[in-house]
């Protein structure tokens, strides 16, 4: 009966085709949308893998509109979370005429904040320059006229601009029922709206932060559902390891000594010597600053706690740290009742000294609790620390130091998220994982053993795009190893006679930033005679360098990792992308090492079972940026030898959309100047026999 239903609904003649523009019955959308719903109706997992086109957004959207329960969808970033609850559920929901209440949920970062814009407007230093005058001045009018003080709804401000940390409010210096805005507080308003609402729109960053502080005690972020839907699920892994991990910057403890210093100054003079304690506070940050200058010596400027340099001199610094952040926070709650300005900066000052003490712990060759080890709890022998991470075996956790010119930050993370993630999960709710790339060549294990959801039901279902006629694989001969110092050039030079060739847009992308520049460089020696633009990150933030991208129509756009996915650029706009090297993760990395490690010890083979999957789930998004629509067309280059000249190589691949494949460059060239109805005539892929 409710499979008749969703067939109606996503027919030829139904809702979606009459109010929809554009709209085209799909049978992959149809019966995605049935198993969606029999998951729901079981109270199951379910992996989906819906190629691009297929119409993922629709079919989840669809039978949870029709369910009547409460659902909660969680999409990869506010951009998506935005788009979905702006235009997609609108157009649903008119062409449905369903009634149903929708609520967008971000956090709390999101919302401006009425006390603490109050306090700045106040606060005669607090502005930086001309710009932030005239910013806060916008904000001013926006708090007063926006029902929801979302600042996404104020693009007069940029996303990016340094005065929102200013008038916001963070977890610690909220002062909750004790604000004299709570009645008019936007966060507040979103979260009871949330909890009435029948659909709740958040993002994986808010899901993983209300994860991480169940782990804590603390379950009133997000409400209860009777499904949950991810949208972009590959992001999953990624984020919810940056979320149950910890981060602590110097930054912050500064910050925190100088909010106290303000506080106890203004409510609380004469009471303690607060300007001591903040000084003091103050140099043990910058003396741990100094004696972890040697990490920044270090490739990439990390060090793993047990690879610190001169570790003696950073572990006593770190421990004056530590009780110098002691003395504030002690002397801040002997005073945290006399005005919420001090509560807030008490709060702060704990939180801090919780993460630092859990950071540091077990020390450098301890292994008792007398010597100051995590207890199983992972709580501080004075209760004031949290569940690290929710892990209490220190050994699933990986520690470690950056150090930059400008920032030291104490990172940890935990080796392992599949516990936490599925032990979410309460008996009965159904969830549903969605993306275009969750299986390396229809194997769904690699997702499924990072998030521990191993007994879920894994289904794919192909795009309904003709990519053998719609696109190109070039693989170019004679290129040097990646490895090689002059790949990088030689790869630019190889894309100079594809980039004149092609009408449309160009984009680059690079595994390194450092190789972003260089390209980048490189185009533009070599294009010296066109009036092409040429971009590259860093220029500009994200969303303005595609807004810039889209309207040229033929520009070349060079961008690293934050460009490989989510980017949705139809038609002659993007004709051409070249990707440099095959995305293996860099070695150096903390989590990924100790992970391998991990694997290794088990028995295991690291590059077979996490470092191949990964690259191969990674290129597969890549290469998606090309083909958006129907009538889209282009080349996908990939300068990396590799994908042909190594075993594995098949493997990656493989895994990508089943374009023609060649490695002549005539044929590429030919194929951007005439755009093929049919290119079913292209060449295979041809093996270049080489050694590394």
């Not at 050994?395 to 030291?408: G, N, T």
């Not at 949705?568 to 490690?597: C, H, M, Q, S, Y």
């Amino acid at each position: 009966m409710l499979n008749d239903e969703l067939a109606e609904i996503f027919g030829p003649d139904g809702p979606l085709a009459r109010q929809l523009p554009g709209y085209v019955p799909r049978a992959a959308q149809l019966e995605l949308a049935q198993v969606i719903r029999t998951t729901l109706d079981g109270g199951g997992v379910l992996i989906a893998e819906a190629g691009t086109g297929t119409g993922k957004t629709w079919a989840y959207l669809v039978p949870a509109f029709l369910s009547g329960s409460k659902v909660l969808v969680s999409t990869g970033t506010r951009t998506l979370q935005d788009q979905l609850f702006r235009r997609d559920i609108p157009r649903l929901r008119a062409a449905l005429a369903l009634p149903a209440d929708v609520a967008l949920l971000k956090g709390r970062g999101n919302y401006v904040c009425h006390y603490h814009l109050e306090r700045l407007e106040q606060d005669e230093r607090g502005l930086k320059s001309r710009d932030e005058i005239d910013q806060l001045r916008a904000i001013r009018r926006f708090a007063r006229e926006s029902d929801c003080g979302d600042r996404a709804d104020l693009p007069a401000v940029p996303e990016t601009a340094d005065i929102w940390s200013r008038v916001t409010s963070t977890r610690e210096n909220c002062l909750g029922q004790d604000c004299p805005h709570v009645r008019d507080c936007f966060v507040l308003k979103a979260r009871r709206h949330a909890q009435d609402a029948d659909v709740v729109v958040v993002n994986h960053a808010l899901f993983m932060a209300d994860l991480a502080l169940r782990e804590e005690g603390i379950t009133d972020l997000l409400p209860e559902t009777q499904l949950v839907v991810f949208d972009e699920a590959h992001q999953l892994p990624d984020t919810a390891t940056r979320f149950l991990g910890q981060s602590l910057s110097l930054h912050q403890i500064l910050d925190c000594a100088r909010q106290a210093e303000a506080a106890g100054l203004a409510h609380a003079r004469e009471t303690v010597r607060w300007s001591d304690l903040c000084q003091a506070l103050d140099a043990a940050a910058r003396g741990l600053r100094l004696a972890s200058a040697p990490v920044g010596r270090l490739p990439g400027g990390r060090a793993t706690f047990e690879q610190i340099p001169e570790a003696d001199a950073f572990d006593q610094s770190l421990d004056r740290l530590m009780q110098a952040l002691d003395g504030l926070a002690e002397s801040l709650g002997t005073q945290e009742e006399r005005h919420p300005d001090l509560a807030a900066a008490a709060r702060t000052a704990r939180d801090l000294r919780a993460r630092l003490w859990q950071w540091a712990h077990p020390v450098r060759g301890g292994d008792a609790v007398g010597q100051g080890a995590v207890p199983a709890d992972g709580v501080a022998p004075d209760g004031s620390g949290p569940q690290a991470g929710g892990e209490a075996d220190h050994q699933a956790a990986v520690r470690w130091v950056e150090h930059s010119a400008h920032s030291v930050r104490l990172q940890r993370a935990p080796l392992s998220v599949a516990r936490i993630f599925s032990g979410f999960r309460r008996p009965g709710q159904s969830w549903v994982l969605a993306s275009a790339t969750l299986s390396v060549r229809g194997d769904f294990q690699h997702f499924q053993r990072q998030l521990g959801l191993g007994d879920a039901e894994t289904r794919i279902w192909a795009s309904p795009f003709d990519y053998p006629a719609q696109g190109l694989l070039y693989v170019p001969q004679g290129l040097p190893w990646p490895s090689d110092p002059g790949f990088t050039d030689a790869f630019a030079r190889a894309l100079l006679p594809l980039v004149d060739a092609c009408a449309g847009g160009v984009l680059v992308l690079c595994t390194t930033l450092r190789a972003v520049d260089r390209v980048a460089d490189a185009l533009l020696r070599g294009m010296l005679a066109s009036d092409r633009p040429v971009m590259r990150q860093g220029e500009a933030s994200r969303g303005v360098l595609l807004e810039r991208f889209r309207a040229a129509g033929n520009a070349v756009l060079v961008g690293s990792t934050s460009f490989w996915e989510g980017i949705d650029v139809p038609g002659d706009a993007l004709t051409l992308v070249a990707i440099d090297k095959l995305p293996f993760a860099p070695p150096d990395d903390p989590v990924l090492e100790a992970r391998l490690n991990v694997c290794r010890a088990e028995g295991g083979n690291p590059f077979m079972e996490y470092q191949l999957p990964q690259a191969a789930l990674l290129l597969k998004q890549g290469a998606g940026r090309l083909i958006r629509s129907e009538t889209d067309w282009g080349v996908l280059v990939v300068g990396d030898g590799r994908l042909v000249d190594k075993p594995y190589g098949r493997l990656l691949w493989q895994g990508l959309p089943p374009f023609a494949r060649t490695r002549d460059a005539g044929v590429a060239l030919d194929f951007l100047a005439n755009p093929p109805e049919s290119a079913a005539g292209w060449l295979p892929l041809a093996t270049e026999s080489r050694t590394s």
